[in-house]
């Protein structure tokens, strides 16, 4: 095949961009040059070294030149693939989007899509994509682009303002998460080998993180059915408080039990797709209270883990073991093969809905499976949710539209507008606007 040339905007992280690397050195198939582009230039000329060493340490040397560029236009020169996966601003500016929020009593479990914190996140992460989407338009127009960043929705439908035309994919693992969940409890129903996650089908509905499953099977069988009969157990719902103050101690702020997503299959009769961490910041009623939400297994995730997370990346070195690769749940690269021709793949995807998604607006980025092959990505049309389902994905979508059209004509007073009527908005009026102007000043983008 022809070889590839991708970007990785923000390609000096320590994360994403050394994740999509070694899974890179898994598929054979795929040669060319990889470019890295980070604001943070010695960050990105440290991750070619890195991206060299991982190639080496998996039998792919010469498989891919890397480069570090740091001119955007020149990075994004002929490429055939995008990837972007950045942080929107300094960790200093998750200060203001979780803290000041906290001294008026409106709790986040992340703080990044939803919430006062999600939309001044929205409000640093737009502009930045509308200019990458310009970019593309003029320096790769026919690139497949693959966003991680979060606001994935906000982010995501920034590039398409940018660039009407893009081919553009929000790719988000939380469902991987649920499918996992399912592949635990296959393995203990009909006491068989655990099967890989990806074995199990799912249909989807949603906005992303706010995502989920009207039906779900397994080699045929209908999975729904012992979900419901696991409800059935009167102590299914029990106290996770202990669950949840241990994950403090051990900092394991990212594990949850799957038991808010199946509080949704009992109260709404679908189940949730998304994290518990994440689905609670779209409702109000699981974060009245710090003991509420541990009641359910769940912490937050203080800003100062992660701001310390923040420093110990940026000084992070890989030993030759770490960069030694095993197939991951990241999908980035198979996405890439099936798009270059090779191995078609069924997975969810954030896209304009073109009536996938049939209860919200055409044009709205939504999250629903989607068929990718060759230069393709094809949405499949979703089942409708329950109504009660329809009407909070349909909220949420709404907030999150009046944001971007705020954050794009740069209109506070829209903005206020779209605060005021997010879902977690507990303050009255003035309290509200105190806490809205505040959180201007502090969130600013800023490296």
């Known amino acids: 095949m022809k070889g590839e040339r991708i970007c990785i905007i923000g390609g000096g992280g320590r994360l ?5 690397i070694k899974d890179l050195t898994l598929n054979p198939h795929i040669t060319g040059t990889l470019v890295l ?3 943070d230039k010695e960050a990105a000329q440290n991750n070619v070294e890195v991206a060299m060493r991982a190639f080496a340490a998996n039998g792919a040397t010469g498989r891919f030149e890397v480069e570090a560029i740091d001119d955007l236009d020149q990075a994004l020169d002929g490429c055939t693939l995008v990837v972007i996966s950045i942080e929107p601003g300094s960790t200093s500016c998750r200060k203001g989007d979780l803290l000041l929020p906290e001294e008026y009593g409106i709790l986040q479990t992340v703080g990044d899509t939803t919430g006062p914190g999600g939309i001044m996140r929205a409000r640093r ?23 991680y960043t979060n606001p994935m929705t906000l982010s995501t439908a920034a590039l398409f303002e940018g660039f009407p035309a893009i081919k553009a994919m929000g790719c988000c693992h939380e469902v991987f998460h649920l499918q996992n969940f399912l592949a635990d409890n296959v393995e203990k129903w009909y006491s068989v080998p655990r099967p890989d996650r990806r074995a199990i089908k799912i249909d989807l509905t949603g906005v992303n993180h706010f995502t989920f499953i009207t039906r ?14 696991e409800l059935q157990n009167p102590n299914y719902f029990a106290d996770l408080t202990h669950v949840a103050l241990k994950r403090r101690e051990e900092e394991k702020w990212f594990d949850c039990d799957q038991r808010v997503a199946m509080n949704f299959l009992r109260d709404f009769d679908v189940l949730g797709a998304a994290g518990d961490r994440h689905l609670v910041e779209f409702v109000p009623w699981y974060l009245d209270s710090e003991e509420s939400l541990h ?4 912490m937050r995730t203080p800003y100062s883990w992660r701001e310390r997370q923040a420093e110990e990346k940026r000084a992070k070195t890989f030993t030759d073991e770490e960069l030694v690769a095993e197939r991951s749940d990241e999908e980035g690269v198979d ?4 798009l270059a021709g090779g191995d078609p793949l069924l997975t969810n995807i954030n896209r304009p809905n073109e009536g996938q998604i049939s209860y919200l607006p055409k044009g709205r980025i939504v999250e629903s499976n989607g068929y990718i092959s060759k230069d393709s990505i094809i949405p499949t049309v979703a089942a409708d949710p329950p109504l009660s389902i329809q009407n909070l994905v349909r909220h949420v979508s709404d907030v999150q539209e009046m944001t971007l059209r705020a954050v794009l004509a740069n209109d506070m007073d829209q903005l206020f507008a779209a605060f005021l009527e997010d879902p ?7 309290k509200a606007r105190e806490l809205f102007d505040r959180m201007l000043t502090a969130t600013q983008l800023t490296y």
Do not use: T
Not at 16 to 20: E, K, L, R, T
Not at 335 to 338: E, Y
């Open 37 to 39: 582009y980070d604001i």
């Open 424 to 430: 977690l908005m507990i303050l009255g009026r003035d």
């Open 125 to 147: 992460s737009i502009p930045l994509f509308v200019e990458f989407g310009k970019a593309i338009a003029a320096h790769c127009p026919d690139a497949w682009v693959i966003n």
């Open 216 to 229: 779900a099977h397994w080699q045929g069988e209908d999975l729904m059915v012992h979900l419901r009969k």
């Open 295 to 298: 009641k359910w297994g769940i």
């Open 16 to 20: 994403w961009a050394i994740q999509f």
């Open 335 to 338: 996405i890439l093969w099936a």
